[in-house]
């Protein structure tokens, strides 16, 4: 099983993109974004928030590689730069900004698709994470593990917003911002990790 598959490579996959792309703390905004809507409406948008967010994970995952080889940006730069851009989205986590984005108010713009799918959902932290573990992965094994590890973080996600009512009501307004503040300080270790690795990575290549 371990040769189809690297259990360790998909839980740090999964948690990595889990605790950056938070479905618990997409409740508050997710309900906030879709006040107006119906039911009906407010799952397709769960749908559609969702579908956008996996393509532009999926499409990163692809050509980022080869866009970083066309530009020469080496694996520790773009770990360091994804430390520190995983840094401003743990502190915007830890300090409750990211839980004040809201629409401009044009109702003729589809909210599931912006500014929910991206850059809510798939912003620069989900990108940036999962072309680094693209870049380091070696094998079919390795591509499986993050290929099954994004599909699952999305499926939270979807789950997360289409029982949105469910959740808010169980965790109430506190307990969904405590889930948020811990997956924050989570964030901001993996970030510092990130960092750490980039620093020895051009400590070792000097």
Request: charged share 10%; glycine share 6%; proline share 4%.
């Amino acid at each position: 099983m371990t040769e189809l598959l690297d259990p360790r490579l998909l839980a740090s996959v999964f948690i990595t993109l889990f605790v950056i792309m938070d479905p618990p703390g997409t409740v508050p905004i997710f309900l906030g974004l879709t006040s107006a809507m119906t039911r009906r409406q407010r799952n397709r948008a769960a749908w559609q928030a969702v579908s956008v967010a996996l393509g532009v994970i999926v499409s990163f995952a692809i050509f980022g590689q080869s866009i970083l080889s066309y530009m020469h940006i080496s694996l520790a730069a773009l770990q360091a730069s994804g430390g520190l851009l995983l840094l401003l989205v743990a502190m915007e986590l830890l300090t409750g900004k990211m839980e004040e984005a809201r629409p401009s108010g044009n109702d003729k713009v589809n909210v599931a698709l912006v500014p929910l799918g991206t850059p809510l959902l798939a912003g620069p932290g989900a990108i940036v994470a999962t072309m680094v573990f693209v870049k380091q992965a070696g094998d079919a094994a390795d591509y499986v593990a993050i290929a099954i590890a994004i599909v699952v973080v999305h499926l939270c996600l979807y789950l997360a917003m289409r029982f949105a009512n469910v959740i808010h009501r169980v965790l109430r307004d506190s307990g969904t911002i405590l889930v948020t503040r811990i997956a924050g300080l989570l964030l901001a270790a993996i970030a510092v990790q990130l960092i750490a690795d980039a620093i020895t990575a051009f400590i070792a290549e000097a």
